[in-house]
């Protein structure tokens, strides 16, 4: 489903980011990514994402090379994706139910449909009855898996999620990374970076380790 071969990543007037790095992740694994800042970790998934290109090697992509997709081919790839991202703010000017829907309203689906889906996504994470409140209103937790709903509100098969538990107490980055679990238990691929080893120790899933740039 993703396949790194000899992957290497330069920012124009940086230093490699990414060396060297091959990995496959099969259809329906849960795998995390690990390592210090400026390990890579962000590169790798912006990589996965299409967000940016490798520099040499390959990134396949659900069976689309990254590095030679046309630009006009990224919004079709990037419809199997959630991304759990940290720039990818909440909208604070919009209720909970409005911000879950925006991604189905962009892909055209009908209105009716997508009350339905952003309901359904709202429930996963444990926020129904909430569906009117202002986001800001909402604690840290509760904002993250938000974030969480609007990531799987269009039924992705590979979720991404950067540093999802990033400002969060250890109780409720427990509660996001179950929910990952849960996804992953239907079926949906997941890759989840963090710096915070301790929050993997408990599952089972595979881990590549990132320094500066490399597995180890
Ligand atoms: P991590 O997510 O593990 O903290 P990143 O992938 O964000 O690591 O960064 C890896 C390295 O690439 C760091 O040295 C970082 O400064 C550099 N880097 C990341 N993004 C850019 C960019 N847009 N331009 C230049 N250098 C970057
Ligand atoms: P993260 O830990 O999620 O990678 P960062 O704070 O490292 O977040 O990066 C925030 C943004 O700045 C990202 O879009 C990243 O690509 C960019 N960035 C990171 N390092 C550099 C750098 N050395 N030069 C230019 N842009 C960078």
Known sequence: MISFSQVYKRYPGGHEALKNLSFTIEAGEMAFITGPTGAGKS?????VAAIEKPSSGSVVVSGQNIGKLRRSAVPYLRRNFG???????????RNVLENVILPLDIAGLPRAEGMKRARAALDKVKLLGLEKASPISLSGGEQQRLCVARAIVNRPTIVLA???????????????????KSFNQVG????????????ITRYSSRVLHLKQGELS
């Not at 991304?83 to 909208?91: A, E, G, N, P, R």
């Open 43 to 47: 590169t790798l998934l912006k990589l």
């Open 83 to 93: 991304l759990v991202f940290q720039d990818h703010k909440l909208l604070y000017d």
């Open 162 to 180: 950067d540093e999802p538990t990033g400002n969060l107490d250890a109780e409720y980055a427990g509660e996001i990374m179950e929910m990952f």
């Open 188 to 199: 949906v691929t997941l890759l989840i970076a963090t710096h915070d080893e301790s929050l």
